[in-house]
């Protein structure tokens, strides 16, 4: 089993940029697909970005299409989440995970908070 912290989040203003990342242990990172999700108040959790284990294919959401890169440097068991031209619509909990046995999404993090302020 693999844990994952995220870290990187913060307040921000409309326009800015953030890098989240989503650290792992366990040496088996690189066998897992990550993905992203975020979670606004009163909202349920959405998908954002998700990234492949061997080829690095990479989905995003349509919301964030063109402004978020999701990618992964396995030998630092960390995947990364660079957010351009935040909104107001992105503030958020974002949250990583993996997908698992059974095909669900797995092993969450704690999630770390994105503020976007105008």
């Known amino acids: 089993q693999v844990q994952l912290v995220e870290s990187g989040g913060g307040l921000v203003q409309v326009g800015d940029a953030l890098r989240l990342s989503c650290a792992a242990s366990g040496r088996t990172f690189s066998g897992y697909q990550v993905g992203w999700f975020r979670q606004a108040p009163g909202k349920e959790r959405e998908f954002v970005a998700t990234i492949s284990r061997s080829d690095h294919r990479t989905i995003y959401a349509d919301s964030v299409k063109g402004r978020f890169t999701i990618s992964r440097d396995d030998a630092k068991t960390t995947v990364y989440l660079q957010m351009n031209s935040l909104t107001l619509e992105d503030t958020a909990v974002y949250y990583c995970?993996?997908?698992?046995?059974?095909?669900?999404?797995?092993?969450w993090g704690q999630g770390t908070q994105v503020t976007v302020s105008s």
């Open positions: 995970a993996t997908d698992t046995d059974d095909s669900s999404w797995g092993n």
